[in-house]
Every structure is written in structure tokens, then in C-alpha cells.
């Protein structure tokens, strides 16, 4: 049974810096996308950032562009999300999914083949 674990959140102040991990602790076939998305309580779910394995195309939600990078290392079944210049409005909880559709349909779907239990990121003064 596959299961994604995030790791890598915390508190930090605006304008710092934080790297997210996801790492699966079965085997996900290389043509899954996987991306982030996130939470703040009273919001709606946000996709943040995806990539995909055949051309390691990337994808960014505008707030983000700039100051996100996702990254992917199909070996060890493990993306990261480099995340620069934090601001307050970056405070959420962050899960990362995993499903065979397209990135564009991974970050505005609502339901997905894996999903990881999340990690907090604060970005507080």
C-alpha cells in the first residue's frame, strides 16, 4: 500500500525560506504527476505547484511563480518544493498528491489517487 509523508514545515519569518518533502514509501509509476497543494482554515484548497516525469514540465499558481521551485527525484520517489520569500498569505497546511491525470487536472481536481497527511507552514512575523 502506497503512502505519501510530507516532512519540512515550520514557522518561519516573511521573507525566509523553507523545503518541502514528499516521499513515498511504496512504489508510484513514473507517469504519475504529483504536485502540492494547500489549506488555510475558512480558505479553499489552492494547487501550488505540480511536475510530471516523461518532460519534468513544471507548473505554478501565479501567487506563487517566482518564489516556488518544484523539483523531482524519480529514484528515490521523492519531490520536493523549494519555497523562497515566504509571505504571510503562504501560511497553510501543504499536502502533495499523486494521480496519473495531467498536472493542470491534478491542481484543480478534488479527488486524487494518493494524498499525503499534510505539514504545517507558518510564515509569521
Known amino acids: 500500500q502506497v503512502q505519501l509523508v510530507e516532512s519540512g514545515g515550520g514557522l518561519v519569518q516573511p521573507g525566509g525560506s523553507l523545503r518541502l518533502s514528499c516521499a513515498a514509501s511504496?512504489?508510484?509509476?513514473?507517469?504519475?504527476?504529483i504536485g502540492w497543494l494547500r489549506q488555510a482554515p475558512g480558505k479553499e484548497r489552492e494547487g501550488v505547484s505540480c511536475?510530471?516525469?516523461?518532460?519534468?514540465?513544471?507548473y505554478y499558481a501565479d501567487s506563487v511563480k517566482g518564489r516556488f521551485t518544484i523539483s523531482r527525484d524519480n529514484a528515490k520517489n521523492t519531490v520536493y518544493l523549494q519555497m523562497n520569500s515566504l509571505k504571510p498569505e503562504d501560511t497553510a497546511v501543504y499536502y502533495c498528491?499523486?494521480?496519473?491525470?495531467?498536472?493542470?487536472?491534478?491542481?484543480?481536481?478534488?479527488?486524487?489517487?494518493?494524498w499525503g497527511q499534510g505539514t504545517q507552514v507558518t510564515v509569521s512575523s
Open positions: 498528491a499523486a494521480e496519473p491525470r495531467s498536472c493542470p487536472a491534478l491542481l484543480t481536481g478534488t479527488s486524487f489517487d494518493y
Open positions: 511536475i510530471s516525469s516523461s518532460d519534468g514540465s513544471t
Open positions: 511504496g512504489f508510484i509509476p513514473d507517469y504519475y504527476v
